[in-house]
Every structure is written in structure tokens, then in C-alpha cells.
């Protein structure tokens, strides 16, 4: 495999990490009744959106094609947090799921860091990396309110 093909699979991994993340953010969204939790909640899935947009942009630049969908993992993940969190999550319940998933989002990042990238590539996972070690902070202040 060439390091170019390397790189592609490897943001590949992370962009499937952002789209299960916008994903799981709209669970978390559809079952919080408190209005300033949503507000952070839509922040930062907007976040996620961005390093989408991002990441797929610069798949293709690389000539890769950017993966879409979640895949049965990404499915897999979803029904998990259903079942977890049930109908009748409290908000802390909701908070706390979002810190796991952000923090699960730090870890996949940190391993692309780790990987044998190029400059842009390294960039852009760092980028994502520190947007969500801030996200976890903003979550972790919500649970403090």
C-alpha cells in the first residue's frame, strides 16, 4: 500500500468517526429537553459537520474517494446508544454518553496522528483532535450546571 493510499484510509477512519458522531449527536439532541444542552449539543455537532466537509474535501484532493456512510459498525453504534440510553434518559445520562463518544473521537484521532501521514493530513487530525478535547470540556461544564 502506498502512503498515499495509507493517508486516505486512514482520514477514512476518522471521517466514519464524524459521521457516527453527527449521528449519535442527533439521538442526543432529539431526547435533551433542556434548552441550553441542545444549544451546546448543536455547536458541537456543527463541529462535526465541518470536519466532514473537511476531511472529505481533502480525501478527494488526494484522488480517494471519501466513505459516506456508516457502515454496519457505524449502525451498530447507533443501537447501542438507543438501547443504553433508553426512553427516558436524564440529561446527565445524555452528557454523559456524549463525553464517552467525543472521548472514543480523541482516541481514533490521536491514533491517525500516530500514523505515517503527510503535512495537510496531520493538520486537519489535529485540527479534529483539539475540537473535540474542547467539545468534552463544553459537555463536562454542562454536567456541572
Given amino acids: 500500500m502506498t502512503q498515499r493510499q495509507e493517508t486516505i484510509e486512514s482520514l477514512n477512519r476518522l471521517l466514519q468517526g464524524e459521521y457516527m458522531a453527527v449521528e449519535s ?3 442526543f439532541i432529539a431526547k435533551l429537553n433542556d434548552e441550553e444542552a441542545k444549544k451546546v449539543f448543536k455547536d458541537v455537532q456543527k463541529h462535526h459537520r465541518d470536519n466532514i466537509e473537511k476531511l472529505a ?3 478527494q484532493e488526494l484522488g480517494g474517494k471519501p466513505e459516506e456512510n456508516l457502515g454496519m459498525k457505524g449502525l ?5 446508544i ?3 440510553l433508553g426512553p427516558d434518559a436524564d440529561r446527565n445520562e445524555i452528557i454523559e454518553k456524549a463525553i464517552e463518544g467525543e472521548t472514543q473521537g480523541v482516541n481514533m484521532a490521536e491514533k491517525v496522528l500516530r500514523g ?4 495537510k493530513s496531520r493538520d486537519i487530525a489535529g ?3 483539539h475540537q473535540d478535547r474542547h467539545a468534552i470540556d463544553k459537555l463536562k461544564k454542562l454536567q456541572l450546571q
Fill in 25 to 27: 449527536f442527533n439521538n
Fill in 57 to 59: 474535501g481533502y480525501i
Fill in 76 to 80: 451498530m453504534g447507533e443501537f447501542k
Fill in 82 to 84: 438507543n438501547m443504553e
Fill in 116 to 119: 505515517n501521514l503527510d503535512e
Fill in 127 to 129: 485540527e479534529i483532535l
